[in-house]
T-cell receptor, first 114, second 112 residues
């Protein structure tokens, strides 16, 4: 398996623009996580899905952030409108649901909002 | 507030020296995970601890779980430049559920 695949790897956008980050989880994994990593706040859990259904979105910072998982092999995290403080590395991870199992991470998307 | 506190936040050691990184939870632990991250890359799974007193080793890295203290330690013996990176501990927040949260990370630098 190719692992968790995220795109794009790097994104530079202007303040106010819409940004969409994409994630393809590992086949057969039924949990998907979105994280944001910054120097100040570390790795924060934004939202996670089980069987394509959002379970906990309490980490989503504002209404400007939204996430969807239309099927088992694809998820998006959208920021509209983007702001400079959204600049961070965004990670997607997936795992199986059989007991406590490790999550596998993608390479991340480095977002810069100017 | 951070549910998982790691210490130290950064660490610089001489190559060949031993070191320890600690992770303390403010809530009951249901499994503790250690990951390593190199700059600009994703997190790589190192090991998982599930039972109090459990200890696991991978090459020169050993992790222990003290469930009563809600604490885990990661110990590296005879450190090498390849050990440099950010080490993060993670834990599931609710038993049986998969809300996986992480500590702030410990940035490890190995000086030759």
């Amino acid at each position: 398996d190719a692992g968790v695949i995220q795109s794009p790897r790097h994104e530079v956008t202007e303040m106010g623009q819409e940004v969409t980050l994409r994630c393809k989880p590992i086949s057969g994994h039924d949990y998907l996580f979105w994280y944001r990593q910054t120097m100040m706040r570390g790795l924060e859990l934004l939202i996670y899905f089980n069987n394509n259904v959002p379970i906990d979105d309490s980490g989503m910072p504002e209404d400007r952030f939204s996430a969807k998982m239309p099927n088992a092999s694809f998820s998006t995290l959208k920021i509209q409108p983007s702001e400079p403080r959204d600049s961070a590395v965004y990670f997607c991870a997936s795992s199986r649901s059989s007991g406590n199992t490790e999550a596998f991470f993608g390479q991340g998307t480095r977002l810069t909002v100017v | 507030s951070q549910e998982l506190e790691q210490s130290p936040q950064s660490l610089i050691v001489q190559e060949g020296k031993n070191l320890t990184i600690n992770c303390t939870s403010s809530k009951t632990l249901y499994g503790l995970y250690w990951y390593k991250q190199k700059y600009g890359e994703g997190l790589i799974f190192l090991m998982m601890l599930q039972k109090g007193g459990e200890e696991k080793s991978h090459e020169k890295i050993t992790a222990k779980l003290d469930e009563k203290k809600q604490q885990s330690s990661l110990h590296i013996t005879a450190s090498q430049p390849s050990h440099a990176g950010i080490y993060l501990c993670g834990a599931y927040r609710v038993q049986g559920a998969q809300k996986l949260v992480f500590g702030q990370g410990t940035r490890l630098t190995i000086n030759p």
